[in-house]
């Protein structure tokens, strides 16, 4: 958004809703590549599912952890 309307980090914080801490927080998580193969294999053979779907579905094959 910031890049593409060429506004201010405040400002497109406050038109997000977050916080500017939170757009300068590094994320800690892992890399997982075999993850998100999984992911988009199970979105892209189930158009309709939602992420909170997915999510059961991985959590039902043991992925997720």
């Known amino acids: 958004m910031r890049e593409r309307f060429q506004i201010a980090v405040?400002?497109?914080c406050r038109l997000a809703c977050l916080s500017r801490t939170a757009?300068?927080?590094?994320?800690?998580?892992?890399?997982?590549?075999?993850l998100q193969l999984r992911?988009?294999?199970?979105?892209?053979r189930r158009p309709r599912?939602?992420?909170q779907r997915i999510h059961i579905m991985l959590r039902r094959e043991?992925?997720?952890w």
Request: charged share 30%; glycine share 0%.
């Open 49 to 51: 599912f939602h992420y």
């Open 39 to 44: 992911i988009r294999d199970i979105a892209h």
């Open 10 to 12: 405040i400002r497109a």
């Open 23 to 34: 757009w300068y927080e590094r994320s800690v998580a892992k890399d997982q590549p075999a």
């Open 62 to 64: 043991d992925s997720l």
